[in-house]
């Protein structure tokens, strides 16, 4: 993949579609950041949960890299494999959440062997729609949906305004931020941090901050291809 | 001189001589005087041969130095710390912070009280005051009480809305005008129009131009602020329906005046804004004091919008709303506790262990290893299915059209689930990760196995994993031909209040809950049977459980949660999820007590009733321990006259390595009895 800092300027996109190994590297991004920030989950997991959301996410996503990173279908097929190991190795919510984002995911890029920088980004609404759809959390639930809710519509208005695809990423990245931080402010509703009622006030929900981590793996995915 | 009273000197010493008894502290002295006796800052300085600026200055070196000290009530205290973090933080003109528990009125009613007290403090002749609506407003309104302020009005700060209910724009506004002998300048016109063309005619109406002139005057407006959540005043009021709200606020967290805010403060624009009649946000910001009075945890996310937008400069709120903005900004906790409360804070001495010891080889072979274990140890009762190494099943199953009973979820708390796999009792449990529910592929093969024409339930906890996780598998089935009940337990009674009994988890009481399964299933009942007196073992089964020190899981082997050193954690959940209360360690019968209370005020026994016991150790509390809690249980149980039909004692269900215990009682009936009495031979428990 072509290298060099991206500049702020406007980016003369270097290629205009994502194939099987630029999948696989999203996967390899992803993978390495979940195990440098597995701790860092996992603390956050203890004081409002169990603890287990860094190495869930990390064990998940390294089974899905050893899955399909001699792959070599089309990034459908690669979405498919990579949910139905993430969720054998998952379980837990975790687990059939992001496997249904994940399917979503196959399901936006079909049977072709590519997916267009330009039908990147709605990867995003693919993913939040899958995890609507199988957790049922609401917006200020404290779940990882309020990173992901407010990061699919920055997409899809960026979209309208006409952006260019990074950029849609970039709004992307930063309403998952906000919307993340904003879950200090929650009372949590679902999960097993729902017990704590307003102790669970002022931290931030692990599975926020991990989806962050993974639309961040994307968008930064979409800047080096464009740089 | 008069004399004095015993214990104070009879006969005053010459002015300027110190006692001996204050040493030669003048500053004891002084302070003991000031104080102690009551005097004034003159006749000190008279009877220390002083100058009363020197008595001044020894007053307060002494509450510097510590000679004196004033102590402030704890829960004033944390109120007053909390209201000037607030008013610092945000800028504020004022802060008002009152305790979020008030004996018998609700927390709107003093809100209200409280919001009524800072307007009266406000209010002056002349002032427009702008007003808007909700439950806290009108109790605002009806705890006031200051009339005789002149040519004061009160003006609705948006339309009306719906007449369902009692908080109205119309009726807030008309009530606070009365209360303060005021003009009430109503909004002709409803709060929310059908299009903005309409409200384009309405605002040309001379009758609601001049009400909005008057509106545009205003000095202050009084304010309360709607969360979101589906009970909230702005769903209630009628101004936003759940479509609406999806497609077009869903990046609003609060809502005030009628208008939307997101997390920032930022205004969040839909298609209402064009058909709102009242102030908008900006129009808002131009009012010199702005008071909002709004308290509830749920709005917390709402009020810190507000308060980062700059909407508000006068808060009234109460101490856990305002500690909940202020931990939500970032402020620790400590900062606003009581000097006195500090040490409290555990504080971990330098060099301390933060690892946990633990016998296990690689981390993540920790689960699969110690099931091989457990299935050498029982490999008379049970053994894995073949290429589903996390699947247990008991062995020798009969070949007869039997319900197939399939528990499960995350490891960790060994014996649960293996344990209770074997004749009489589960045909299958499967396990996941440590805490993590399995995933639907191995309960999908479980459920397999163990069909024999008679259908499968499903039994386990009440955790989201696991709901969703069985859920899949049981679709599976259901394409495979196989019919599948689930039954999700729910047993542990503080983790949901008693209205809200379904979203309660499933903890130790399972145990009692999965024997009712095995035997009505192996009497042969029907599907629909069997799950029908598991739902009755469910809603009779009651557990709470409390914890000494935290688990630790093999992958981080640190504490999961911290707990001081003299602290215990009531209601702790059975995967180290903190609890709901903490308090200081109190002593076994103490601790009994308080779980047994719990209990019994839910399950309301009659004397005469039976029940089964469970003191379950959470993973590190010894034997000894249970015992004596056992004993205290059944000391209390006699007392109350109920009987008890059976006792289980040990580590039936546990959490790691966590230090505690988890009582359970089954409010037992005639046929809950005879199917506890069934036999059964699984590894964890056998009935013969």
Redesign the interface.
Known sequence: MAGGLATDGRMEPAIDALGPAQIITLFRIISERMMAARDELGMLDGVIGDADHGSSMAAGFSAVLRAVSQADGPPGEIFTSAAHEFLGAVGATTGPLYASALLRAAKLCGDSPQITVADFPLLIPAFAEGITERGKARPGDKTMMDAWAPAARAVLSARERGEDPLSQMRAALEAAREGAASTRAMVASRGRAARLGERSLGHTDPGAVSAVILIEAMHDLLARGLA | MAPRVAGKPAIRAESGVMPLRYGDDPLLWAAWLYYEEGMTQSDIAQEMGLSRASVNAYLQDARTRGIVSIEIEQDRFRSLSIARALKDHFGLQDCLVIPSDGGERSLIERLGAAGAQVLTRFARPGDTIAVTWGRTMLALAEALDHPGLADVRIVQATGGTTGKIPWTPEACASRMAEALGARCVPLSAPAIVSSAAVREVLLAESVLTEQLGVLAEADRIILGIS???PESTIHTSGFLDGQTQHTWY??A?GCLIGRFIS??GAPVIGPLNERTIGLDLEALKKIPQRIAVAGG??K??AI??ALRGGYVNVLVTDT?TG???L?????S?TSLRPPGDRQAVPLRPIGARTRIKKLINAP?DAVDESLKGALAAHERLIESLEGSPRVVVARGRREVAKVGIVIGG?SGHDPGFWGYVGQGLADAAVV??????????PIMEATKAVSAGAGVLYLYGN???DV??FD?AAEMAESAGIEVRSVVTTDDI???PAESRA?R?GVAGNVFIFKIAGAAAARLLPLAEVEALTRRANARTYTMGLALEPSS?P??R????ELGPDDMEI?V?V??????LRQPLASADQSADLLLDRILAEMRPEPGDRVAVLVNSLGSTPAMELYIILRRIRQRLKAHQIEVHLSLVGPYYTSLDMAGVSLTLMHLDKDLTALLDHPCAAPALVVT
């Open positions: 969360s979101l959540r869903q990046d967290v997390s920032r945890i749920d917390v996310a810190l919008a856990s500690r909940g903005i931990t939500a900004e970032g402020y906790d993540q995350g996941g990760n440590i805490f993590a529910a399995p995933p639907p592929g955790f989201s994993g969703m996780n899949m503080a983790s949901s979203a988890r899981l992958e981080t640190r504490p999961s949660f209601g959940g995967h180290g999820e903190p609890g709901i």
